[in-house]
């Protein structure tokens, strides 16, 4: 199975900057999702698209996040500005429907400073 | 009371053990369960698939769900040093497609 590709891996920042985040899901995967999880903690979803529209972002704190997949395969993750609060791993997983399967990437590990 | 509740460990066993791994909820809208194994600074990568009550197998991996009492599990039959990682378990159901993990669970196996 091909792997969702993220990038960058790690990303170290001071605190009040922007960052960004870059998936490329399995190609035709209909289905992508960025989550965020804090150490010790399991997943928990920020933002869910089905092609280039959101269809949740009820959990993502719109005041610094924002998210968007222009043409329906590759998304952004943006956080503006970053809080220490922040530091986490973002993971983008991809399905071909909205119950599927779901396969993560291998994710973006950001550290506020 | 979290929607998924899921004992963080650690777990520590000898090669060869059998490994119980194990997840509770409160959801009765649940209706898709699936385990994930996550390596060290890795993406959760999905182990297994199931969908309402039963068991499947695959390999050495057998998952159970039982809804009645709101109780998933993962067993590891002849676990190798390999199987070292966290299990997360997941679940979904109802109208929002929204996929609730549980904290994970940090298994060592000793060779």
């Known amino acids: 199975e091909a792997e969702v590709a993220q990038s960058p891996r790690y990303k170290i920042t001071e605190k009040s900057q922007a960052v960004a985040f870059w998936c490329d899901p399995i190609?035709?995967?209909?289905?992508l999702y960025w989550y965020r999880q804090i150490l010790g903690q399991g997943p928990e979803l920020l933002v869910r698209?089905?092609?280039?529209?959101?269809?949740?972002d009820s959990q993502l704190p719109k005041d610094r996040f924002s998210a968007e997949r222009l043409k329906g395969v590759d998304s952004t993750l943006k956080i503006q500005p970053a809080e220490l609060g922040d530091s986490a791993m973002y993971l983008c997983?991809?399905?071909?429907?909205?119950?599927?399967?779901?396969?993560f990437g291998p994710g973006t590990r950001l550290t506020v400073l | 009371q979290k929607e998924v509740e899921q004992d963080p460990g650690p777990l520590s066993v000898p090669e060869g053990a059998i490994v119980s791994l194990n997840c509770t909820y409160s959801n009765s809208a649940f209706q898709y369960f699936m385990w994930y194994r996550q390596y060290s600074r890795k993406g959760p990568e999905l182990l297994m698939y199931t969908y309402s009550s039963g068991n499947k197998e695959d390999g050495r991996f057998t998952a159970q769900v039982d809804k009645s009492s709101k109780y998933i599990s993962l067993f590891i039959r002849d676990s190798q040093p390999s199987d070292s990682a966290t299990y997360l378990c997941?679940?979904?159901?109802?109208?929002?497609?929204?996929?609730?993990f549980g904290k994970g669970t940090l298994l060592t196996v000793n060779p």
């Open positions: 190609s035709g995967r209909a289905t």
């Open positions: 698209f089905q092609d280039e529209s959101v269809v949740d």
């Open positions: 997983a991809s399905s071909n429907e909205p119950r599927g399967e779901q396969f």
């Open positions: 997941a679940m979904t159901g109802g109208s929002n497609y929204k996929l609730t």
